[in-house]
């Protein structure tokens, strides 16, 4: 078990993060290539992966230098997720390049003490085999997850409009309590079912949480207590079965001043019954409304415990920006 204390400082500095956090993203999918354990939540992006790795260059450096450092197991280096990759990948890998190589050794020698580590990882303590490894990741980046980045920031950005509303109508022990299953918060503790025990002491440093998408079950907090704290956790429901392609009746019922002004009111999320007193309809009426715009595939839907929160999709967003719903109303 994981148990990370908070002093009455750390509780007013918790932070959500903006955005997918690209490094960590990338060792969770790594991960998600070396089980079958909840494939079938990635079905889509595993086949699309699998074909795209398949006999290339890129593949073999999947299997020869990325797999090895960031092994499925108890244990994987932290330089490899520094703290300012939440600014993008750019900077996280410049990060990653600028880690001092002491720090470098001292986790390259636990990685081979608790998983058997490749001994090339070594080398890693030179920056230009960093910056090698940082030329790996990013292609991997861009091969496999960035053609899947809209599913990931419309998740991201769903997860955060639920534990916006969650901390505001229950305060901070609603949020620390309703992360993810396995997580439980007994003030002032949070206790986190773990591949190993121990305690995390925050001593003022607040703690920053990560929603990932590629995340699967168990949460994951960096192996070093001493550097800013963070802690990654999965997405709390399942993956939704992808939306029906947009049809032309789809689109076309997209177009009516009812609709456009629920698009509108959904850029800030809302509840099938705000949006049903907003729109001035039965809430039967809003549920149809959203149903249309989540098949046409311009807003998402998350449920927390008994609410149903609506949200945009980067393509209802980008859709709502160039006017057309207002124009159409």
Not at 265 to 293: F, K
Request: charged residues 20%.
């Amino acid at each position: 078990m994981l148990r990370i204390h908070f002093t009455p400082a750390d509780l007013t500095r918790i932070r959500l993060a903006t955005r997918p956090d690209p490094l960590w993203e990338i060792v969770f999918s790594l991960h998600r290539l070396q089980t079958s354990q909840g494939r079938w939540a990635y079905a889509d992006w595993y086949r699309a992966t699998q074909d795209t790795l398949a006999n290339t260059t890129l593949g073999k450096a999947v299997r020869r230098l990325l797999v090895p450092v960031v092994p499925r197991a108890a244990y994987f280096p932290d330089f490899l997720t520094p703290y300012e990759a939440a600014e993008g990948l750019g900077v996280g890998l410049a990060a990653m390049v600028d880690t001092p190589s002491a720090r470098v050794a001292a986790e390259v020698r636990r990685l081979q003490e608790t998983t058997g580590g490749p001994l090339w990882a070594r080398s890693l303590v030179e920056s230009r085999a960093r910056e090698e490894l940082g030329k790996a990741l990013r292609a991997y980046h861009d091969a496999v997850i960035a053609p899947f980045q809209d599913d990931v920031f419309a998740r991201i950005a769903a997860e955060r409009a639920v534990r916006a509303r969650v901390t505001v109508d229950t305060g901070v022990d609603g949020l620390l309590g309703g992360l993810a299953p396995g997580i439980r918060w007994r003030p002032p503790v949070l206790e986190i079912d773990y591949v190993e025990d121990r305690d995390l002491h925050l001593d003022g440093r607040g703690l920053r949480l990560i929603p990932s998408y590629f995340c699967w079950r168990t949460p994951v907090a960096l192996a070093d207590n001493t550097p800013r704290a963070v802690l990654t956790y999965p997405l709390r429901d399942t993956r939704a079965p992808a939306p029906e392609h947009p049809s032309g009746v789809s689109l076309g019922a997209l177009l009516g001043k009812t609709r456009a002004a629920a698009l509108r009111t959904l850029a800030h999320g809302a509840t099938t019954t705000e949006l049903a007193q907003y729109l001035g309809v039965s809430p039967a009426t809003a549920t149809h409304h959203t149903t249309v715009l989540r098949n046409a595939g311009l807003i998402t839907t998350r449920r927390s415990q008994n609410t149903v929160l609506h949200t945009l999709t980067p393509v209802g967003a980008a859709l709502l920006r160039t006017g057309t719903p207002r124009s159409a109303a």
